[in-house]
Nanobody, 115 residues
Framework: QVQLVESGGGLVQAGGSRRLSCKSS????????MNWYRQAPGKQRELVAR???????DYADSVKGRFTISRENVKNSVDHQMNSLKPEDTADYSC?????????WGQGTQVTVPS
């Protein structure tokens, strides 16, 4: 099993920044990728960013150039730096991994950007 714990959410003014972190109970090298998702009220969950074991990153079009995902291998965590935040970035952010063929999710952390 894998436990994932997110942290870093909170209230951020538009244009501001926030750094989220997702800590894994297993080594990142045991995981093919770490993914950050978000779900806003009334909307479907969407993949925001992902980073593979090899360090390849991928982002949703809506966050490209503003969000950066990075691996902290020693800490078994993945950080998610979010800059130039907009009200439409308001959502519950959670990380997901696949380990031995099963999906594991963290509990999520709320980011709110008031309009």
């Amino acid at each position: 099993q894998v436990q994932l714990v997110e942290s870093g959410g909170g209230l951020v003014q538009a244009g501001g920044s926030r750094r989220l972190s997702c800590k894994s109970s297993v080594s990142l090298f045991s995981l093919s990728a770490m993914n950050w998702y978000r779900q806003a009220p009334g909307k479907q969950r969407e993949l925001v960013a992902r980073v593979t074991t090899g360090g390849t990153t991928d982002y949703a079009d809506s966050v490209k150039g503003r969000f950066t995902i990075s691996r902290e291998n020693v800490k078994n965590s993945v950080d998610h730096q979010m800059n130039s935040l907009k009200p439409e970035d308001t959502a519950d952010y959670s990380c997901k991994v696949i380990f031995v063929g099963k999906n594991y999710w963290g509990q999520g952390t709320q980011v709110t950007v008031p309009s």
